[in-house]
């Protein structure tokens, strides 16, 4: 597998076209009762999203020898979780936000009440969609992804990073407090895409998942550096959402801590320490590498 940006851009596409593909599938169809319901859903889950945890799930497959249809499954899953979450944290009791993926929000467009019953079905239907849609996997691989997944958005993971997002309004955490909001909130996710990729190959490595876990936590972290510097570089237009709106809503942030350039020079950091997780993959994790260097450059 070569490392030039044209591969990262084919399979940045093709992971694009496969996800909208197979969310248009699993989706409720909009004109099925009931109706409001699952236009919601579908609003949300098919926005045009960078389709991020999926690209990664096909990546770190790719790097474990799974071919991109067996990972379908699981990655279909991950968008749908990060699209329940997104619904959510855009609430007027969370962030309270208008705009989404240049979007308005889901309650904006279908009221609070849908938007929550719409993030309760997506959800829902992760798992359901783990535990049918690919007969490929065996039922131990079936269990471990609902497991990794449901543990990754959980109370030990985004939901409780969220839990202590909100908790941290106006408060002076310190940056080992704030590393570990950010790896809950955003970083469990992250990681457990990563996480499924490799839990699709049979048989499964576990020295290989060990690795890709490391790899997971470090550039979770990193896409969420990334995130506060952008949320002070980028404009409201790039970003798809307001510019400065976590600095507006009084909250701990990476640049608000050290500094843009401190924050600049973690992000380094952890780059680096990502990338040294790959180190006994070889080639075989180029994409991976790929997309790391992605992440930490993004514009949106």
């Not at 048989?203 to 890709?212: A, F, G, N, S």
């Not at 790899?215 to 970003?239: H, K, N, P, S």
């Not at 050290?258 to 600049?264: I, K, M, S, Y």
């Amino acid at each position: 597998m070569t490392h030039n940006p044209e591969s990262l851009e084919t399979i940045i596409s093709l992971c694009k076209h496969r996800m909208d593909a197979v969310l248009d599938q699993v989706l409720p169809d909009a004109a099925a009762p009931p109706q409001a319901l699952h236009e919601a859903m579908r609003h949300s889950a098919l926005s045009g999203g960078k389709y991020m945890r999926p690209l990664l799930v096909y990546c770190a497959g790719q790097a474990c020898g799974v071919p991109m249809a067996r990972l379908d499954a699981a990655a279909c899953a991950v968008e749908l979780i990060h699209c329940y979450s997104l619904i959510h944290d855009d609430l007027p009791a969370m962030d309270d936000d208008d705009l989404r993926r240049g979007r308005p929000t889901c309650h904006i467009a279908y009221g609070e009440a849908m938007a929550i019953l719409a993030g309760d079905a997506l959800q829902a239907l992760a798992f359901h969609v783990l535990a049918h849609e690919n007969d490929s996997l065996n039922a131990q691989q079936r269990l471990r992804m609902m497991d990794t997944l449901a543990y990754a958005s959980g109370s030990l993971g985004m939901a409780g990073g969220q839990a202590i997002d909100m908790l941290s309004v106006g408060q002076a955490l310190d940056v080992d407090e704030l590393e570990n909001m950010h790896t809950r909130k955003t970083g469990a996710l992250i990681q457990a895409s990563i996480l499924l990729g490799g839990l699709a190959a049979d048989p499964i490595d576990e020295d290989v998942l060990r690795h890709l876990g490391g790899f997971g936590r470090c550039i979770g972290l990193a896409f969420q550096i990334r995130d506060d510097i952008l949320d002070v570089e980028a404009e409201t237009e790039t970003l798809g959402k307001p510019q400065g709106s976590d600095e507006g809503a009084n909250k701990p942030t990476y640049p608000s801590l050290l500094g843009l350039e401190g924050a600049h020079e973690k992000l380094r950091e952890v780059h680096d320490k990502a990338l040294h997780y790959l180190g006994a993959m070889g080639p075989k994790a180029d994409f991976l590498r790929q997309v790391a260097e992605y992440i930490v450059g993004r514009k949106y």
